[in-house]
Nanobody
Framework: VQLQASGGGLVQPGGSLRLSCAAS????????MDWYRQAPGKQREWVAG???????NYADSAKGRFTISRDNAKSTVYLQMNSLRPEDTAVYYC???????????????WGQGTLVTVSS
């Protein structure tokens, strides 16, 4: 299973970024997808999640600013981040929880992360 995250970069406070995570080797349509982040010197924290049915959940820090979505045809999950703040600076990781074959057992997989820096 490979999870390729992209879209990170340097953005000014108040700006926007859209992260993408392309999955392969997993039954994407049956998988729950989540975004986590890890700021320097801090533990990794959950940001947002979307299940196979398209239901979404957000950490309090992301509510109203971030939107998670998925495109099953492209096996890709997105994180649209608006009104970015310096405290959003972190490496963002995508996470998949799903089967690698139809009706197979579910396992968790991590991508390599993409760096988001919010600074003026």
């Amino acid at each position: 299973v490979q999870l390729q995250a992209s879209g990170g970069g340097l953005v000014q406070p108040g700006g926007s970024l859209r992260l993408s995570c392309a999955a392969s080797g997993i039954i994407f349509s049956s998988s729950a997808m989540d975004w986590y982040r890890q700021a320097p010197g801090k533990q990794r924290e959950w940001v947002a999640g979307i299940d196979s049915g398209g239901n979404t959940n957000y950490a309090d820090s992301a509510k109203g600013r971030f939107t998670i979505s998925r495109d099953n045809a492209k096996s890709t999950v997105y994180l649209q981040m608006n009104s970015l703040r310096p405290e959003d600076t972190a490496v963002y990781y995508c996470n998949a929880n799903g089967p690698i074959r139809t009706l197979g057992p579910r396992s968790m997989y991590w991508g390599q992360g993409t760096l988001v820096t919010v600074s003026s």
